[in-house]
């Protein structure tokens, strides 16, 4: 079975950075061929989708909101996918969740503030 373990989360100052990983396991095929997704969610919010990574192209995807300061990559021999996270707003405080082949995983906290 697929899983996905989170990290990276935590305290920054607005305009700063952080780096998520999503480490993922339990691969049917191999994982390049994974579409993995970065899911936020706020407090209140519903959950909304932030960054695609596509399977096999690499081809990526982002929200209006966060377009020009995250990076969504991928690491095939880590089996890992990051989201690099620039100038950092305190609208992008938020749980963040990583996404792939209906899989969940458990969510790690950003909290952006001064």
């Known amino acids: 079975q697929v899983q996905l373990v989170e990290s990276g989360g935590g305290l920054a100052q607005p305009g700063g950075s952080l780096r998520l990983s999503c480490a993922i396991s339990?691969?049917?095929?191999?994982?390049?061929?994974?579409?993995v997704k970065w899911f936020r969610q706020a407090p209140g919010k519903e959950r909304e989708l932030v960054a695609t990574?596509?399977?096999?192209?690499?081809?990526?995807i982002y929200s209006d909101p966060v377009k020009g300061r995250f990076t969504i990559t991928r690491d095939n021999p880590e089996k890992t996918v990051y989201l690099e996270m620039n100038s950092l707003k305190p609208e992008d405080t938020a749980v963040y969740y990583c996404?792939?082949?209906?899989?969940w995983g458990q969510g790690t906290m950003v909290n952006v503030s001064s």
């Open positions: 990574i596509v399977g096999a192209t690499d081809d990526t």
């Open positions: 996404y792939t082949a209906t899989i």
């Open positions: 339990g691969f049917i095929v191999p994982f390049t061929y994974y579409t």
